[in-house]
């Protein structure tokens, strides 16, 4: 199953088993870019966790995709809490995201705490 994006009431959700091929990676993208333009003219934070704990390593072409896509993606005032299942995918993670708009966490807890803490 790839990633879906799910509403919460406190925040944006992608969940899933990650993105096997280029295709679903662009198409993901696409989905979750349209919905954080949308938060924005809403005049809402965009709040978004990824929850990453059950996802397979990305393929290649994926993972260069994702690199060059995230840069464009979010914004200096948004919020990404990305949620891995152990502290080596967590320290290679944190390389890709940038710290001024993210943190990788070991549990969905932490993950909304930095979601929910101001500023």
């Known amino acids: 199953m790839p ?3 799910q509403r919460l ?7 899933g088993d990650g993105l096997a091929s280029l295709a679903e990676a662009q ?8 919905l954080l333009v949308s938060e924005r ?3 809402k ?9 059950t996802a397979a390593p990305h393929p290649p072409e994926v993972a260069s995709h994702i690199e060059r896509v995230l840069p464009v993606l979010y914004r200096e005032n948004d919020r990404v809490a990305v949620v891995v299942r152990d502290s080596v995918i967590k320290f290679h993670t944190k390389s890709s995201h940038d710290p001024l708009y993210s943190d990788v966490f070991l549990s969905r ?3 909304a705490a ?3 803490s101001p500023g």
């Open 3 to 5: 990633l879906r994006i």
């Open 45 to 53: 934070d965009v709040r978004l966790m990824i929850d990453l704990r």
């Open 41 to 43: 003219e809403a005049g």
């Open 109 to 111: 807890e932490a993950a």
């Open 27 to 34: 198409q993901h993208f696409r989905d979750l870019s349209s």
């Open 9 to 15: 009431p406190d925040f944006l959700l992608v969940n």
């Open 114 to 116: 930095y979601l929910n």
